[in-house]
């Protein structure tokens, strides 16, 4: 069955939910994070999570906590069960050969921005979320400005946290670069006065494809459910992280293909 969370940008609040669920349900629902904006279009779509409200999505919509407390999970169950009682959609309509191709090239496209890797910057042991977007829009590519106003706007909506796992996530849609990037932040000695063991920066560009809105919310989805990623990223070498980060674009690549 096809599900979909829905979140502001599609690579942040979405994603980490999208590897929270797929812990729980990954057997009943092909998962799929999404913006708020191309939700309201996809026809496809059987079931819609997401943590606030949106107007106009096309079926059934759950508001849920990203937590996922236990109530949550009893009323996400009982609205599969429902679901998957009634008959199976009709298929989609065949892409042509000239949209295959376009999105072929969309996602080499995607994949080439993220080739040079996920970039590791060293920071301080104090948790300051200001001073943190600080450090990392001056390692990013693009207007330094922008990008540290658009994350800090973004932060200032509600941090994104997964404490179990150990991280937080700084991200943002912004005019401040043509190219998707991520970046992690990791404190000296292994771990911030909070807890955690630091903090992964993904940034779109506001003139995005598909593609590099999906690969950027993968990123940030397989940081989230994927122990041995994480923990390369987090503590291992960089050697390690690299051949970590390729695997994952090459599954990526694969996919689209």
């Given at each position: 069955m096809k599900a979909a969370v829905v979140c502001a940008s599609g690579i942040g609040v979405s994603a980490l939910l999208c590897a929270r669920l797929e812990k729980t349900f990954g057997a009943q629902m092909d998962l799929e994070a999404l913006s708020a904006p191309e939700a309201?279009?996809?026809?496809?779509?059987?079931?819609?999570?997401?943590?606030?409200?949106?107007?106009?999505?096309?079926?059934?919509?759950?508001?849920?906590?990203?937590?996922?407390?236990?109530?949550?999970?009893?009323?996400?169950?009982?609205?599969?069960?429902?679901?998957?009682?009634?008959?199976?959609?009709?298929?989609?309509?065949?892409?042509?050969?000239?949209?295959?191709?376009?999105?072929?090239?969309?996602?080499?496209?995607?994949?080439?921005?993220?080739?040079?890797?996920?970039?590791?910057?060293?920071?301080?042991?104090?948790?300051?979320?200001?001073?943190?977007?600080?450090?990392?829009?001056?390692?990013?590519?693009?207007?330094?400005?922008?990008?540290?106003?658009?994350?800090?706007?973004?932060?200032?909506?509600?941090?994104?946290?997964?404490?179990?796992?150990?991280?937080?996530?700084?991200?943002?849609?912004?005019?401040?670069?043509?190219?998707?990037?991520?970046?992690i932040l990791l404190p000296a000695g292994g771990q911030y006065d909070n807890g955690l063991r630091g903090v992964l920066v993904t940034v779109l560009p506001v003139d995005h494809t598909p593609p590099m809105q999906q690969l950027l919310a993968q990123v940030n989805r397989q940081m989230g459910q994927d122990a041995g990623f994480r923990q390369v990223l987090l503590s291992g070498p960089a050697q390690a992280a690299r051949e970590a980060t390729d695997r994952l674009l090459a599954d990526f690549l694969r996919h689209g293909l």
């Open positions: 309201v279009s996809r026809q496809d779509v059987e079931l819609f999570l997401t943590t606030f409200d949106v107007q106009g999505l096309p079926t059934r919509t759950l508001k849920v906590s990203p937590l996922l407390p236990a109530a949550d999970l009893r009323q996400i169950q009982t609205e599969l069960a429902g679901l998957q009682a009634k008959p199976a959609r009709g298929g989609v309509q065949a892409e042509n050969l000239e949209d295959l191709l376009v999105q072929v090239e969309e996602t080499a496209r995607a994949v080439r921005m993220l080739q040079t890797g996920i970039v590791r910057i060293p920071t301080g042991t104090v948790y300051d979320p200001a001073v943190l977007i600080h450090e990392a829009a001056r390692s990013l590519q693009g207007d330094t400005e922008i990008l540290e106003q658009d994350l800090w706007r973004r932060e200032q909506l509600g941090a994104v946290m997964a404490p179990e796992e150990g991280f937080a996530l700084f991200h943002a849609r912004t005019g401040g670069t043509a190219r998707i990037q991520a970046a």
